[in-house]
Nanobody, 126 residues
Framework: AQVLEESGGGSVQAGGSLRLSCAAS????????MGWFRQAPGKEREGVAA???????SYADSVKGRFTISKDNRKNILYLQMNSLKPEDTAMYYC????????????????????WGQGTQVTVSS
């Protein structure tokens, strides 16, 4: 089973920035998909951003232009740089992994991933 460990969450005012990190040994593999998801209280888990081993990225419309997903294969760390944060970005953020690539159209679907971290809380105040 993949071990995924998120860090970097916290509280920030609207307009601020945070960078989330996810330690993931799967980044040493030749084929994988990884994503960031979030879940606010009372809402379903939603895909935020994803990247695969070919470097193909996907973003939810709500975060395009504000969030950037990236990876450091040498350090085995997945990142989510979040800028211009809004109160509606408040949620628990999870990183997820799958040991193969999926079509980009499926990148933000939670069901394609079989490894999940414990989550890190992001709170944005107005």
């Amino acid at each position: 089973a993949q071990v995924l460990e998120e860090s970097g969450g916290g509280s920030v005012q609207a307009g601020g920035s945070l960078r989330l990190s996810c330690a993931a040994s799967i980044l040493s593999d030749s084929s994988y998909s990884m994503g960031w998801f979030r879940q606010a209280p009372g809402k379903e888990r939603e895909g935020v951003a994803a990247i695969d081993s070919d470097g193909v990225t996907s973003y939810a419309d709500s975060v395009k232009g504000r969030f950037t997903i990236s990876k450091d294969n040498r350090k085995n760390i997945l990142y989510l740089q979040m800028n211009s944060l809004k109160p509606e970005d408040t949620a628990m953020y999870y990183c997820a992994a799958r040991r193969s690539r999926v079509q980009a159209t499926m990148h933000l679907e939670p069901f394609v991933y079989n490894g999940w971290g414990q989550g890190t809380q992001v709170t944005v105040s107005s």
